[in-house]
């Protein structure tokens, strides 16, 4: 078989192919993996499982920090603040709750009621689902409700939100703004889903300083569609805004110069651990096959097959388990790289006339 790879006993075997079926690894490896930089980024760092940071200083300047969960990945939790969590700072939430990544939540009266709907732990705690649009978690995955939008009653499934104003992207453009706020350039917390809503997005904008200016909505907007956002929310901003993160504390800096308590909040647990809380997509397990490095086996019934050599994408006998190669782009890499050695050892020396 073309193109098919066997691990036997923890090694990597190649096949036998032609120069011609080499050449064409080679291409589609390079092609793959400039795919995956160009959508990925030069600056995305994994920082936990299922969760990157992208942390930059843009044309301004305007210093911004973007953090993207997989909602689908094993252990991801999403939790919104409970109103018996209220009125405290994004970083003691984090902490209480075991999060690895939070940001301030919605906006707020004086007395730290949330102005819009909010819902932690399965109750809701305000119940104004009219105004204010909101971001909400639970069976069926995440989704953005836009502000404005007639909504009669609460979506089911729904166990986590927190509200916003105004939509920064609808359908992967950003809308016109009429509000002076927006037109103005501030620090901003913002959240986004991808077209799929297995990605969210949680953004924080700097402002307020010569360091940084901040953002307008409709710069917000077009950052967060750069980013990959179909749909986006702006949160509450200005010395609000706080990203922080277990094992770095709070990484922006409030406008503030110290980080403010607020009413409402949203984190990330990634723990690694168990069937995600929000996915949109009925979720698989994976885990990695101790006897075939490199593998990872999905615990999904399929029909039997009796395949003896195991190719990317493949299946194999046993267990009724689907097998897939580990590293997508980076697998790909090394592939190319180790076959144009063997081709560069095997042609013959060219001498220039």
Not at 81 to 108: C, K, L, M, P, W
Not at 252 to 278: M, T
Request: charged share 25%; hydrophobic share 40%; aromatic share 8%.
């Amino acid at each position: 078989m073309i193109g098919v790879c066997r691990f036997i006993r923890g090694e990597f075997l190649l096949p036998k192919v032609s120069r011609s079926v080499m050449s064409l690894f080679i291409f589609a490896g390079l092609v793959f993996t400039a795919g995956q930089v160009w959508a990925d980024g030069p600056h995305w760092e994994e920082i936990h499982h299922g969760v990157r940071l992208l942390e930059e200083t843009r044309e301004g300047p305007v210093n911004v920090w973007a953090v993207a969960v997989d909602v689908c990945a094993d252990g991801v939790e999403i939790r919104a603040t409970g109103e018996d969590e209220v009125r405290q700072r994004t970083s003691a939430f984090g902490r209480q709750v075991g999060a690895q990544v939070a940001i301030n939540g919605g906006f707020y009266e004086p007395d730290y009621s949330p102005t819009g709907f909010a819902m932690g732990g399965g109750q809701v705690w305000s119940d104004d689902i009219t105004a204010h649009g909101f971001i909400g978690f639970g069976e069926g995955g995440p989704n953005i409700w836009a502000p404005r939008k007639r909504i009669d009653e609460i979506p089911d499934g729904l166990s986590e939100a927190v509200g916003g104003y105004d939509s920064v992207a609808v359908a992967g453009e950003v809308p016109e703004f009429h509000q002076r706020f927006c037109g103005e350039r501030h620090p901003r917390t913002v959240v986004g889903l991808s077209r799929d809503r297995e990605t969210l997005y949680l953004g924080a904008v700097d402002g307020r300083s010569d360091e940084s200016r901040g953002m307008t909505c409709e710069e917000l907007g077009q950052w967060m569609i750069e980013l990959g956002a179909w749909e986006a929310l702006n949160l509450d901003g200005g010395g609000s805004t706080t990203l922080w993160m277990e094992d770095r504390g709070v990484v922006n800096q409030p406008s503030a110069g110290v980080e403010r308590v607020v009413s409402n909040h949203l984190a990330v647990i990634a723990d690694g651990q168990g069937a995600p809380s929000s996915c949109p997509r009925e979720w698989v397990e994976e885990v990695v096959d101790d006897d075939e490095p490199g593998l990872v086996i999905e615990d999904v019934e399929i029909a039997p097959a009796v395949v003896e050599e195991v190719s990317n994408g493949g299946e194999r006998e046993g267990g009724g388990r689907r097998c897939s190669a580990i590293g997508g782009g980076a697998a790909w890499w090394w592939i190319g790289l180790v076959l144009l050695v063997a081709l560069r050892r095997s042609s013959p020396e060219i001498v220039a006339d």
